[in-house]
């Protein structure tokens, strides 16, 4: 079965940098855009940025366009998210998502992680 | 961006009832719109793609209608493990972007 599972959060300070990851199984990860969406404590859902199959696609949220990067080691089935300058506003527990079409960006998402909490906090 | 308007932020409802939740796009969507299901602590679950298609397992009491900017998620028979939130969210362009939730809770 479909299992997407995140990794790599934790407290870290205003300015500072984070990576998290997401291990995939149960698919042909290669085959599949990702994306990363993240969601406030006790608030909605906020789309953070997206990476086509083949990897040369790649959308960026404005809240985090040019701190973000998101990447992918299809040779290890993972995603990453690499977080820099973070912010207190981008404390958040932070979800992967598969996009529901193989090849190509549907932008609907049919199998998420867990999620893995960043809380940027000095 | 095109702004995702979700109505009402909450309802209460028995089971059994018939519940609607309405979303309105600030533009032009077409039919790319997705709806979630969210339960507290727990990660969304995608109900309806491209506007009216059911995910696959998602039980047929869930339907969705609507194309341009007005969209509809329909229950029509509540069920106890409905009671959660639920999230629009427009496939059309980046940034992709959600409505702000309706809780679905039990009157």
């Known amino acids: 079965q479909v299992q997407l599972v995140e990794s790599g959060g934790g407290v870290v300070q205003p300015g500072r940098s984070l990576r998290l990851s997401c291990v995939a199984s149960g698919f042909s990860f290669s085959h599949f855009p990702l994306h990363w969406v993240r969601q406030a404590p006790g608030e909605g859902l906020e789309w953070v940025a997206v990476?086509?199959?083949?990897?040369?696609?790649?959308y960026y949220a404005d809240s985090v366009k040019g701190r973000f990067t998101i990447s992918r080691d299809d040779s290890n089935n993972t995603l990453f998210l690499e977080m820099s300058s973070l912010r207190a506003e981008d404390t958040a527990v932070y979800y992967c998502?598969?996009?529901?079409?193989?090849?190509?960006?549907?932008?609907?998402?049919?199998?998420w992680g867990q999620g893995t909490l960043v809380t940027v906090s000095s | 961006d095109i702004q995702m308007t979700q109505s009402p932020s909450s309802v209460s409802a028995s089971i059994g009832d018939r519940v609607t939740i309405t979303c309105r796009a600030s533009q032009d969507v077409s039919s790319w719109l997705a709806w979630y299901q969210q339960k507290p602590g727990k990660a969304p679950k995608l109900l309806i793609y491209v506007a009216s298609s059911l995910q696959s397992g998602v039980p047929s009491r869930f339907s969705g209608s609507g194309s341009g900017t007005d969209f509809t998620l329909t229950i029509s028979s509540l069920q106890p493990e409905d009671f959660a939130t639920y999230y629009c969210?427009?496939?059309?362009?980046?940034?992709?972007?959600f409505g702000g939730g309706t809780k679905v809770e039990i009157k």
């Open positions: 990476l086509s199959s083949d990897g040369t696609n790649k």
């Open positions: 969210q427009q496939a059309k362009s980046f940034p992709l972007t």
């Open positions: 998502a598969r996009d529901w079409a193989r090849g190509y960006i549907s932008s609907s998402l049919d199998y």
